[in-house]
């Protein structure tokens, strides 16, 4: 095959290298720091678009890969955006007095809550010192004195009278002990001294009394009692009356002072809720007087020595809960939940233990979260963070829906639940930015009807970005700001131009930038380190090759267990000499922080037989389906390329040799057509090449992923067995524009130890793996002599024409049994 038709891909194009020459700077220190976002343009539209419109449902969900700057990003839209004079109001709880387990909510100016709150404490303060000044007043005492004095003597004029009575008609007022309290009693006088009903009746037994006269004391005695019973009822009347008078008093002298200090503040606060507030309040100062005196002493302990703890009144009621205060906030609130759990987003009801053990709450125990505070501005939470927290994620798609929150708490286990609490719903404007990745946004798409009604913006962070010259100076200057920020040593240009390099292999195509600059930031701060320990001031293309290196050993151990395991022969891989049906393919291991390539051996064996193509590995249950729709594209093929004037009658099996833990991707069949073809064309193979890239039926290769590492994973096994100058990788044509090679292999492609093949179809393969031409098909629908395709379509007629005769002789071995066994009619 002449070499020309190898089309090895150029050394320059095996890797792009940014010349440090076209960098116009020595150094990092002579550059302007980066303060623009870099390579989202698309993300920052959809942000803007969300944040610009109020209407419900318009909240952000943010996807991309972590490290594209997704929640730098939106912190510095949000620092740019025009929030001045959008500050929004003070919330505050206050008591409901009519039911105190349904607060109320009062909504001010920024500012104003505490304003308020303090207004309310002055109030009572107030109330306090005046309230007691007042009952000690000489006018008052005077008023009060008055009355209790006029009260007593109606008394005991009416008890004076009653007794004169008593006396008259023969009775007595006795006063009779029962336990710790007395009672008047009423008994008849014998002989100037009181007696009871009882001792009469005995001494009418005893003749001593006549019966008569004690008839006519007993009626007496009963209309005696009846008439104190009057004077009992009469005399509760009175008392009844006089604490009326009291009261009276107590609200004569007391509700200006009352009346007046409210009203100086419904003077400072125009607001008709909290005027309601405080005509509530001011009923229930009032009806609450007797709390506003001086607390007389304790009463002494009965135990000698110990000292019980006295409540103490701390007018709870008369209190303003502030939940959210915007005093010191200077524009819309830019909340950053880092731990969005029920409690942290929703606020909660704190429960508090009284004395005597019991679970209590108020409206003074009502919590904002992270959701209100942000009210009228915009909150920042983690998708998955948010979503993995019980209750939280019914709760916020409620609360975005009905645009109102009630704070309450969360108790899954609500026969634990002690509080009764209903605070008065609150309606929020908040705009809630959620940053997550594309697989939990498409999730929640799918299945949750309400999401795509609460998220209208779809945010995407693209991980890549196009490689310009714009974006270039945009890399250098983000790596200043790095250097800046973290007070790294300055990079001159040829480290520059490494870490720049470093972003395209991140990228996997030299028309790329990756975006995920937290991994940059990285390789700064580890190529600093390494400066470091060599003693230079200056970061050098050096000293970034050096924190390449040591990243990719600190997590390759895998991949030099399985290259030691080559080595010693117990993976068995050929780098030289050539075999029939077995050709080298290429996988890619993933260790999740990591990937490398290494070749696999492929082999093929065909047959006499109707099984088709077996693949083994499917067999084993060992094949993912895609690697299942790249083995039935062979089959495909051959009916395409050989089966127009004949059936295909064949049993092949394909077989990834030592492997054992599955295989996946499509990227092996072109792969394993080849070693398809040399099974039936009995033509060897190159085992000092190996073979990426997937095929369709019409037999053109397909581009495919983890090219550069492929290639590397072979150079490993070739440098580790020697290189000859004639060992290297085919890839698809359509992969050029993706490689990104390490320097050693680029140095070896140069000096021609190694190669690189592009290869456009299976016949432009097959010709670089065997040295024979493929051979086109003649007019006469044969291929032409000697070439693979007319030994592959000769192997497949031979094929078919053995199994037809084996069939044949089978169905006359049949027959003839048939006629032997057959019995005669004959005689």
Excluded at 12 to 27: G, I, N
Excluded at 258 to 273: A, Y
Excluded at 580 to 597: A, E, K, P, R, T
Excluded at 624 to 651: E, F
Aim: charged fraction near 30%; aromatic fraction near 8%; hydrophobic fraction near 35%.
């Amino acid at each position: 095959m002449p070499n020309g038709l190898y089309n090895e891909v150029p050394v320059e194009k095996l890797r792009w290298r940014c010349d440090p020459d076209s960098l116009s700077f020595e150094t990092t220190e002579s550059v302007q720091p980066c303060e623009e976002i870099i390579g989202q343009e698309r993300a920052l539209e959809a942000i803007r678009v969300g944040l610009g419109i109020n209407s419900i449902g318009y909240n952000i969900f943010v996807t991309g890969l972590a490290g594209t700057g997704r929640f730098t990003t939106i912190k510095m839209v949000l620092k740019g955006l025009d929030v001045t004079g959008k500050i929004p109001n003070d919330l505050c709880y206050v008591n409901n007095f009519k039911n105190a387990d349904m607060p109320h909510m009062i909504s001010l100016p920024a500012g104003e809550g505490n304003r308020f709150k303090k207004e309310m404490e002055t109030l009572i303060e107030g109330l306090k010192k005046k309230v007691p000044l007042i009952f000690e007043n000489e006018n008052y005492q005077n008023k009060k004195k008055e009355l209790v004095e006029g009260f007593r003597n109606r008394q005991a004029e009416m008890f004076r009278e009653f007794e004169k009575k008593v006396n008259k008609e023969g009775f007595a007022l006795v006063q009779i002990q029962m336990g710790p309290y007395s009672r008047p009693g009423i008994f008849p006088v014998v002989e100037g001294n009181p007696v009871n009903i009882e001792q009469l009746e005995s001494m009418v037994e005893e003749n001593k009394f006549t019966k008569e006269e004690l008839e006519r004391l007993k009626g007496a005695q009963v209309e005696l009692i009846n008439e104190l019973e009057i004077i009992f009822k009469e005399t509760r009347k009175s008392e009844k009356e006089i604490k009326d008078q009291l009261s009276a008093l107590d609200m004569e002298m007391i509700s200006p002072i009352v009346k007046d200090s409210i009203s100086d503040i419904k003077e400072r606060f125009n607001d008709e809720k909290i005027h309601r507030y405080l005509d509530e309040a001011q009923e229930d100062i009032l009806a609450n007087l007797p709390r506003f005196r001086e607390k007389e002493e304790a009463a002494p302990s009965p135990l000698p020595g110990l000292v019980l703890p006295q409540p103490v009144d701390t007018f709870t009621e008369y209190q303003v809960n502030v939940v959210v205060d915007n005093s010191e906030t200077k524009g819309a609130p830019i909340i950053v939940e880092m731990t969005p759990n029920y409690r942290n987003l929703f606020g909660t009801i704190e429960r508090v233990v009284e004395r005597s053990g019991v679970w209590k709450t108020d409206f003074t125990h009502i919590k904002a979260g992270s959701f209100l505070r942000a009210n009228g501005g915009y909150l920042i939470i983690n998708a998955l963070d948010s979503l993995v927290e019980p209750g939280v994620w019914p709760a916020l798609k409620r609360t975005l829906k009905n645009q109102v929150m009630e704070v309450q708490t969360y108790d899954p286990f609500y026969f634990f639940a002690t509080t009764a609490l209903k605070p008065e719903p609150i309606e929020c404007n908040t705009k809630v930015i959620m940053i997550g990745d594309a697989h939990l946004y498409h999730l929640l798409f799918g299945l949750d009807d309400d999401f795509k009604k609460i998220f209208k913006i779809k945010a995407d962070f693209d991980s890549v970005m196009e490689q310009d010259e714009t974006k270039v100076n945009q890399y250098v200057s983000f790596i200043c700001k790095i250097c800046n920020e973290e007070k790294l040593k300055p990079f001159d240009k040829t480290g520059v131009a490494s870490v720049i390099e470093y972003g395209m292999e991140i990228a996997g195509r030299q028309k790329k930038l990756t975006t995920r600059f937290h991994l940059i930031a990285d390789l700064l701060r580890e190529a600093n380190y390494w400066a470091s320990k060599d003693g230079s001031d200056i970061v050098k293309e050096k000293h970034v090759d050096m924190a390449v290196e040591k990243k990719t050993r600190r997590v390759n151990l895998i991949e030099e267990k399985i290259q030691e395991m080559i080595d010693e022969g117990i993976i068995m891989i050929d780098s030289d000499g050539m075999v029939v049906g077995q050709i080298n393919g290429l996988s890619v291991y993933s260790m999740g922080d990591y990937s490398f390539g290494k070749p696999s051996r492929i082999t093929v064996k065909t047959s006499l037989g109707k099984a088709g193509i077996i693949n083994i590995e499917r067999e084993s249950e060992m094949s993912g389906p895609i690697h299942n729709k790249g083995v039935y594209i062979l089959s495909g093929y051959l009916r395409d390329r050989y089966a127009q004037d004949k059936p295909i009658t064949m049993s092949a099996s394909i077989c990834f040799e030592q492997s054992y833990s599955g295989v996946e991707g499509d990227s092996a069949s072109s792969t394993e057509l080849y070693g398809l073809l040399s099974s039936l064309s009995s033509l060897p193979l190159r085992q000092d090449l190996a073979v990426t890239g997937s095929v369709n039926q019409k037999g053109e290769i397909q581009p495919i992923g983890g090219v550069n590492e492929k290639i590397e994973g072979f150079f490993e096994v070739c440098k580790a067995k020697g290189l000859t100058g004639k060992q290297g990788v085919m890839i698809p044509h359509l992969n050029v524009d993706d490689l990104m090679l390490r320097k050693d292999v680029v140095q070896a492609v140069k000096e021609g130890k190694f190669h690189v093949y592009l290869v456009k179809t299976i016949d432009h393969g097959i010709e670089i793996l065997t040295g024979v031409e493929a051979g086109g098909r003649l007019e006469n629908g044969r291929f032409k002599e000697d070439t693979v395709n007319d030994l592959v379509d000769k192997r497949l007629q031979d094929l078919g024409k053995k199994i037809k005769e084996y069939e044949g002789v089978g169905e006359e071995t049949k027959e003839k049994k048939k006629k032997r066994g057959k019995p005669s009619c004959e005689g």
